[in-house]
């Protein structure tokens, strides 16, 4: 989970359009909703961070036929189908991403596939005061709650065991030539545009020896 900043307005007009149509033509997922979220959340599911083929118009505030928040543009999230579902109604106590920033000093994100445990991912709180953020957040990349769920969470833990490799080259490409390019690739994989930042992040953090930490301002939002 990272920063994102919610283009203001934003569709509000559009949905408040919506919002006073009856109930058989309201609709909240409408091009322009679905657009904006996607270009301020650079097309990532925002519990994840994962980019997805099917995603959801997520209410952080579930709506249960509420109009307000149904229609509220600040209520409105990017999600994945997967985080989605295991969100659903519940977790009603997690951090907003689009007013809390630098999430990654409040969050521990952890990745260890070399250690022979079932349970590869680790969210752990530093100061999140939040309990409904960590438990969401291991919950989709380690749920075994039903089959499907379980196939879910593995092909995510599976994207981030790729993604974290990738991450691996390209440090290892700008150690080996510190060209302006390079350093761009690598600032790319660590801003809140990339999938996983939070977890490269923590790369980095724990062993700051083996990672080219002198860019400045590297680690923006
Ligand atoms: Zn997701």
Redesign the pocket.
Known sequence: MMHFTRTQPGPTQALLDQKGKDDTNKRYDIPGVRTQLADDFFEK?Y??S?E?TSMRIEHFRPHQGNRDLMFDWNNLFY??E??NSLKSDGYKGLLDCTKTTKIDDKIEFNYRPAKPIRQKVNITDIDSKSPDTIELIQV?FSTNSTPTKRMGAKSLEKKLGIALRNFQTVVEQYQSKQSPANEALLRLEVNNQSEFAAFKRWKVKQAPQNYPVQLPGWFVN
Do not use: E, G, M
């Open positions: 599911c519990i994840c994962s997805s999600a994945c997967h985080c989709v």
